[in-house]
């Protein structure tokens, strides 16, 4: 009985380094804009990085993010620090698509932005129909709780290029095979389109990554992911998406909708999913 015990303990404790839990999360943060009279940035930046700390996020990219914001950020969230380039220059010059990353949890191992284009993506450009220069910022990470790799890949698609959008989604899936090989993936971004469009298809019917929608049965799903300050609120909708590979399973999804004041800290709402692997 004694030999049956410890094995059962054993199991248990062996299963328990297995399935690690992690909680990842996309969200637009807003940037930094002087025409947003009642929402300005230093109004409401604690209350983003209060969010992020109160829901223990561990991993997760933002969008629209300026170098003033993500300095902000990480003076609010010591434990963290970020990947990512500036669009407009690849240095600290315009929107990032930003990782954030607890650091006492993981360690980057290798790091990069490339911009979504049909001719280059290693300088600043504007790819096929798109408005405006678009990035995916990626990195290899290596969690000191078990040990694994995984590559986490942000991005901000463009809100006008139909091609673009698709053809994005297209590059992305090819970069993430080029940098990490067969190493887990997760994708997380405001993609600027809902889960009927044929970009958000391209990669939820892709074979390589699948939607954290989908995949778990407990969603709490109170409205829309894009708010407009609380004037565009819908029913229901997603523009902004968590992708995830095998073999990280999802144990919940949610769409946050925290407020301070009745203020929203940004304009669109965060997406949280809690996964395991």
């Not at 947003?36 to 997760?60: C, P, Q, S, Y």
């Not at 600027?192 to 799903?221: I, P, R």
Request: aromatic share 14%.
């Amino acid at each position: 009985m004694r030999y049956l015990t410890l094995s059962l303990l054993a199991l248990l404790y062996s299963l328990n380094i297995v399935a690690q839990q992690f909680n990842v999360a996309t969200f637009n943060i807003r940037q930094k804009n002087n025409s947003d009279i009642g929402n300005m940035w230093d109004d409401r930046k604690n209350a983003v990085t209060n969010l992020i700390k109160f829901h223990e996020f561990d991993i997760f990219g933002i969008q629209e993010g300026f170098i003033e914001q993500l300095n902000d950020m990480q003076a609010n969230l010591p434990d963290f620090s970020y990947i990512g380039v500036g669009r407009d220059d690849g240095k600290q010059k315009g929107e990032y698509s930003a990782i954030f990353y607890n650091k006492n949890r993981y360690t980057v191992l290798n790091s990069g932005t490339f911009w979504l284009s049909e001719t280059d993506i290693t300088t600043p450009n504007k790819g096929w129909d798109a408005a405006l220069p678009r990035i995916c910022t990626w990195g290899i990470f290596k969690d000191r709780k078990n040990g694994k790799k995984f590559i986490f890949m942000n991005t901000h698609f463009d809100h006008i290029g139909v091609v673009a959008r698709k053809e994005s989604a297209k590059l992305i899936l090819q970069k993430a095979k080029e940098f990490a090989k067969d190493l887990p993936l997760i994708l997380t971004g405001d993609f600027n389109v809902n889960q009927q469009d044929e970009a958000y298809l391209t990669l939820a019917n892709s074979g390589v990554v699948q939607d954290v929608y989908n995949l778990t049965a407990f969603k709490y799903e109170p409205n829309s992911t894009f708010n407009g300050w609380g004037k565009t609120i819908k029913e229901s909708g997603l523009i902004d998406h968590i992708f995830v590979t095998k073999p990280f399973k999802v144990r919940k999804f949610g769409i946050l909708t925290d407020t301070y004041m009745g203020k929203f800290p940004s304009d669109h709402f965060p997406v949280f999913a809690e996964l395991l692997w």
